[in-house]
């Protein structure tokens, strides 16, 4: 069976998507996460799991989480977007 595609059905125009900033980027209290967006905020750790879940926040405080590597994914009308980050 062969699929085929038009190149618009494939292609994402990021400008579309809900930019995320987030630092300090290794941190140890808290991160600063900045959306253009209003966005649900998820972050999972290594494996996937759900560690915290914040509306349109500023400032999360990290100082809880275990070192290592955590996955913020924002969700807004605009779709989805994932950053990692690290605690030390």
Known sequence: MVNVYSPDQMDI??????????????????????????????????????????????NVEISDLPKGTYIVRTLSPKGTLSQIFIVQ
């Open 13 to 58: 125009d990021e400008k579309k998507l809900s930019g995320i900033n987030i630092y300090p980027n290794p941190s140890r209290d808290f991160v600063t996460i900045e959306l253009d967006t209003p966005s649900e905020v998820i972050i999972t750790d290594a494996l996937g799991r759900a560690v915290l879940h914040v509306s349109n926040t500023l």
